[in-house]
């Protein structure tokens, strides 16, 4: 195996194979592949509702279902807090069985439900619909980038981690602009049918990859000698993952410090992404139906080339031997250059220096997307990375995404101020960042990769 992972850790970006024994797609680039193309689905899914909710809102003798804005905003919520809680019972069951059975399962169920939204005949109907959604979106992402991490150095980890989040960006733009155009001609049912169908294919698609299978929930991986014993050097190859690790997990300084950076960093981005639009009708006085397209489009393509300029970044440092304080650099380093192009976007309302600062902070911010997860699976014995996972999913959403929308609101209704409020919301994010900055220091020029000791 050592030598095996030699020849793999001289190739630019590769990761290593699997057997034919353990399932018939053996290739780490077509697992990557499969996992991008079923995260691309997640985010299609997931954002669907945004261009439907005019349509929803109608009554239901024009075809709609006659929700209220609040029944709306329960929907969104739902699917949040159920995908969030579900996580971290989902993240253990994927480190005691096989997780592309666990992620199939996940696919299946979100996909059936995404489509059984268009049999919905009232906002019960719709609230189980989109809470099935959170549940099979929560048993997919923890078991997806656990597998990935087993699959590639870690090297290569960033990259890898980085390529699979890039549904985050194309699939949430194009489940926005394809439900907007579907409902316009066949109407919303035809859009949750039309974008929930092909996850099934996918699901099946992915039981044909190989894993290794696990004796008693190990989670030993396929791109290192020997799992990550950062938190506990002298734990079994036969060890079960339970509760009681997620605990240990908590005293980890490491592993502490990533969620809390992870947290801050996600309070800033749920806030620009709920409200930007609104803002920039509210303060800068845009036109919502040109401020859409216009942000989403800058956010689309700030966002990818930031994910992709930061995962390689983070893998170059890691390559010369800065090792995980190499991934916190690029989001401390990241976030800090972005709070000044974010700031003059809120300030400044000219278009010249609106639209231009937007896009070079969200290309920024977006370093973080692929080095978090890598630097996650660092300080996390192999065999833990998806409830690890799961529990930072937990975390990032409750305390992070969930809650600046709220912190964001209530600060605008005591204000009267909209600008206040996202400021608020950027000082956290760069907080994060600096705090990113400052843990560097701790772990810097640490040593990872096959036969690594922590």
């Given at each position: 195996?050592?030598?095996?992972?030699?020849?793999?850790?001289?190739?630019?970006?590769?990761?290593?194979?699997?057997?034919?024994?353990?399932?018939?797609?053996?290739?780490?680039?077509?697992?990557?592949?499969?996992?991008?193309?079923?995260?691309?689905?997640?985010?299609?899914?997931?954002?669907?509702?945004?261009?439907?909710?005019?349509?929803?809102?109608?009554?239901?003798?024009?075809?709609?279902?006659?929700?209220?804005?609040?029944?709306?905003?329960?929907?969104?919520?739902?699917?949040?807090?159920?995908?969030?809680?579900?996580?971290?019972?989902?993240?253990?069951?994927?480190?005691?069985?096989?997780?592309?059975?666990?992620?199939?399962?996940?696919?299946?169920?979100?996909?059936?439900?995404?489509?059984?939204?268009?049999?919905?005949?009232?906002?019960?109907?719709?609230?189980?619909?989109?809470?099935?959604?959170?549940?099979?979106?929560?048993?997919?992402?923890?078991?997806?980038?656990?597998?990935?991490?087993?699959?590639?150095?870690?090297?290569?980890?960033?990259?890898?981690?980085?390529?699979?989040?890039?549904?985050?960006?194309?699939?949430?733009?194009?489940?926005?602009?394809?439900?907007?155009?579907?409902?316009?001609h066949w109407g919303w049912r035809a859009a949750f049918l039309m974008v929930g169908l092909p996850g099934l294919v996918l699901a099946?698609?992915?039981?044909?990859?190989?894993?290794?299978?696990?004796?008693?929930?190990?989670?030993?991986?396929?791109?290192?000698?020997?799992?990550?014993?950062?938190?506990?050097?002298?734990?079994?190859?036969?060890?079960?993952?339970?509760?009681?690790?997620?605990?240990?997990?908590?005293?980890?300084?490491?592993?502490?410090?990533?969620?809390?950076?992870?947290?801050?960093?996600?309070?800033?981005?749920?806030?620009?992404?709920?409200?930007?639009?609104?803002?920039?009708?509210?303060?800068?006085?845009?036109?919502?139906?040109?401020?859409?397209?216009?942000?989403?489009?800058?956010?689309?393509?700030g966002g990818l080339g930031g994910v992709f300029f930061g995962s390689y970044l983070a893998d170059r440092l890691t390559r010369r031997g800065w090792g995980t304080g190499g991934r916190l650099a690029v989001i401390g380093a990241g976030m800090v250059?972005?709070?000044?192009?974010?700031?003059?976007?809120?300030?400044?309302?000219?278009?010249?220096?609106?639209?231009?600062?937007?896009?070079?902070?969200?290309?920024?911010?977006?370093?973080?997307?692929?080095?978090?997860?890598?630097?996650?699976?660092?300080?996390?014995?192999?065999?833990?990375?998806?409830?690890?996972?799961?529990?930072?999913?937990?975390?990032?959403?409750?305390?992070?995404?969930?809650?600046?929308?709220?912190?964001?609101?209530?600060?605008?209704?005591?204000?009267?101020?909209?600008?206040?409020?996202?400021?608020?919301?950027?000082?956290?994010?760069?907080?994060?960042?600096?705090?990113?900055?400052?843990?560097?220091?701790?772990?810097?020029?640490?040593?990872?990769?096959?036969?690594?000791?922590?």
């Open positions: 195996m050592a030598s095996e992972l030699k020849l793999v850790a001289t190739k630019r970006f590769a990761g290593v194979p699997g057997r034919k024994e353990d399932g018939a797609i053996t290739g780490a680039m077509s697992l990557l592949f499969i996992m991008a193309a079923i995260n691309f689905i997640n985010y299609v899914d997931r954002s669907i509702l945004t261009p439907l909710v005019p349509a929803l809102m109608e009554s239901k003798a024009n075809g709609g279902l006659g929700l209220s804005q609040r029944e709306v905003g329960l929907l969104g919520s739902a699917f949040m807090w159920v995908h969030s809680l579900a996580s971290i019972p989902l993240g253990l069951l994927a480190d005691r069985l096989l997780r592309k059975r666990i992620i199939a399962a996940g696919v299946t169920l979100w996909s059936v439900a995404t489509a059984g939204a268009a049999l919905a005949g009232n906002f019960a109907h719709m609230l189980i619909a989109r809470a099935a959604v959170g549940i099979g979106e929560a048993a997919y992402a923890p078991a997806a980038t656990a597998l990935i991490s087993e699959r590639f150095p870690a090297e290569h980890r960033a990259r890898a981690l980085g390529i699979f989040n890039l549904g985050m960006f194309i699939g949430g733009a194009v489940g926005i602009t394809l439900g907007g155009v579907v409902a316009k099946l698609l992915v039981l044909a990859v190989a894993e290794k299978r696990r004796r008693q929930g190990t989670g030993a991986s396929l791109s290192d000698e020997k799992p990550d014993m950062t938190l506990d050097p002298s734990a079994s190859h036969s060890h079960t993952t339970s509760l009681r690790d997620l605990k240990v997990l908590l005293k980890s300084s490491s592993f502490r410090a990533v969620n809390i950076i992870g947290i801050l960093i996600t309070f800033f981005v749920g806030a620009l992404n709920l409200y930007a639009v609104q803002y920039l009708k509210d303060v800068h006085h845009i036109d919502p139906a040109k401020a859409g397209p216009i942000f989403g489009g800058i956010a689309a393509l250059l972005a709070t000044p192009f974010i700031v003059a976007g809120l300030l400044i309302g000219n278009p010249i220096v609106l639209y231009p600062a937007l896009g070079f902070g969200v290309f920024f911010t977006t370093w973080y997307i692929g080095p978090i997860l890598a630097a996650l699976h660092d300080v996390v014995p192999a065999y833990n990375r998806a409830a690890a996972t799961g529990a930072y999913f937990f975390l990032i959403h409750m305390l992070g995404d969930a809650l600046s929308p709220i912190v964001v609101a209530e600060i605008k209704t005591q204000t009267g101020s909209l600008k206040t409020g996202m400021l608020v919301a950027v000082a956290v994010g760069t907080l994060g960042g600096i705090y990113a900055l400052l843990a560097t220091r701790k772990v810097l020029r640490r040593k990872l990769g096959p036969g690594a000791k922590s």
